[in-house]
């Protein structure tokens, strides 16, 4: 199976990736927060332990152990928090084989589970982080309260301990400029939504995270009805709008797209603000049919290979991180 | 032979074009201003009857009888004059089979010659209309006076009726803010410098037409001489200058060449300024050894074949014309 930065997936156009996170906590050993390092040692182990026997070919990174660098990859990754890599008392990341499942130990939970793949895939996310749980379930003795279900450092965890997230890609509904009464609207419905690159609807890239707000009082069922009806809506949406939109603009807005896949293949300097609202432009063109020589894959890949901690060059230098992140996009979409 | 629209030529990343001219007319004839419609299609056939026996392959085209269109795109190739396309009076151009001399009659003069060729051709160009002006002075008596030399219409052209202009690309020139004095210290040598497209340094494009002003009272040889002395100057202040520009810009020079490339290649919208902008450029980056796929020959043609009046569709609405000439240009260096 592709890994989930490097796929495109179900409605990938407007639809980056689906996240499923669970958070579980284990009886009778303080939160995180409150821990000692011997407790904390011990959390990991048991989830090592845990997982020892499953075939999902789990290994093992103890945050303490890893430079700054590696840390800032793996969250660059979406392996692991920022929080997990400030986290000073011991603590681990358990990453498959496949990349699609991470478990972070010790963050704010004992254990912080979840599911990612390429696209609009909550089911599959949901099934596969499930299973995960129910297989550690059999080993470990999750902090449960039978009326609040399953306990958690913090409140908004409480209940189910479930949040379903989707990296999604709206140029349409920000142009149309809808976005802050349909987000405004979403929140009354206990959806949230983030830009993924600054706030509200002047994201760069018009990248967005909409998740479930609520995981007390309704079911896991109940979530992931609610929030993939809301992001159905969504992507009907986008699509009339982008349909509006390229009615309305023709031949501008298709100058604008193919002047930006054009950009990507020779510019020798390119900040990521930039590079994002171009990536923003090839995807639109890619759903138009406008430009088939670029995948969406690529796009994906290279939103993670070009961050800060995973360029090879030019770490600490802004013009050598721009000249090196356009020789990596120059080299991957071909110029 | 190559036409000089569809040609490159020594230094020509610098001088796209060199034409001389050189102004003539039939003794006892009145000026074109003056002379009946019967003189002046006399004329016409005195210049054909001239030319008849020489080997160039010379069309004739009678200006009245060709319509607007066909008149504006022999402007547009530089064999008429905007003059010659307005005039009511019998008057033609003689072509040759090459394209590289036209012969314009009744226009100013009785006979205004020339010959242009692509790149720094200064030799090349007062050879061959040296060669036609010996010719047709076996057929037709021109008027010259002993003391002032060749006769014509306008006072500027009297004596040796010669005008030499060079079209130049002068990017480093001007953005090193050293054009407006170059160019005046030109003017006291007798040199004009006119932008091609828009005055001063400020010209669309950077192209400059560069020429002499003086034609009496020193010969052509003097002129020769001084203007290539100039031009020489020019070309290599602009080299020296594209070197240093190049050495304080670096990557962000490069980076605005490249996108260049990438934009002609990819445009679907295209103005005459911005595309003008663009070729400079790319001239500079093919100068520089950036850019190998683009043909400076070619960026020559299409200056030609998107004037106007050569395009085909589009002609009278200014947003389908930039669409044409984005797709001409994408056709022609390839997207």
Redesign the interface.
């Known amino acids: 199976m592709a890994k989930w930065y490097d796929d495109s997936g179900f409605q990938s156009d407007i639809v980056l990736s689906t996240r499923v996170r669970l958070a579980r906590n284990i009886k009778d050993i303080p939160f995180p927060r409150k821990m000692t390092d011997e407790a904390a040692s011990a959390v990991v182990d048991m989830v090592e332990q845990s997982l020892s026997t499953m075939n999902m070919g789990f290994s093992r990174t103890d945050i303490l152990s890893v430079s700054p660098l590696e840390r800032e990859q793996l969250v660059e990754k979406r392996f692991i928090s920022p929080n997990l890599a400030r986290q000073k008392k011991p603590s681990a990341v358990f990453i498959s084989g496949d990349e699609s499942v991470s478990i972070m130990v010790n963050e704010e939970d004992h254990i912080r589970m979840q599911a990612i793949f390429a696209g609009f895939e909550c089911q599959k996310a949901y099934e596969v982080i499930s299973n995960v749980d129910s297989y550690m379930a059999k080993n470990l003795n999750y902090a449960v309260h039978q009326k609040y279900g399953y306990l958690t450092s913090c409140l908004t965890n409480v209940g189910t301990g479930i949040r379903i997230s989707f990296m999604m890609h709206l140029p349409a509904i920000c142009k149309a400029q809808v976005a802050d009464s349909l987000f405004s609207a979403m929140g009354k419905l206990g959806v949230t939504v983030r830009g993924m690159y600054g706030e509200g609807s002047k994201a760069s890239g018009y990248l967005f995270q909409i998740s479930n707000q609520m995981t007390l009082g309704v079911n896991e069922k109940e979530i992931t009805d609610r929030l993939n009806d809301v992001v159905n809506q969504l992507i009907a949406k986008e699509r009339e709008l982008r349909s509006a939109l390229h009615k309305r603009e023709g031949?501008?807005l298709?100058?604008k797209i193919?002047?930006s896949?054009?950009?990507l293949?020779?510019?020798?300097?390119l900040s990521t603000k930039e590079m994002l609202t171009l990536f923003s432009n090839v995807r639109f063109g890619i759903s138009l049919g406008l430009i088939d020589d670029i995948e969406p894959r690529v796009l994906n890949a290279l939103m993670v290979e070009t961050s800060p901690a995973h360029l090879a060059y030019g770490r600490d230098n802004p013009?050598e991180r721009d000249?090196e992140r356009?020789r990596m996009v120059r080299t991957r979409i071909g110029?």
């Open positions: 031949l501008s298709e100058d193919m002047r896949a054009g950009i293949k020779t510019s020798r300097l013009a000249a356009a110029g």
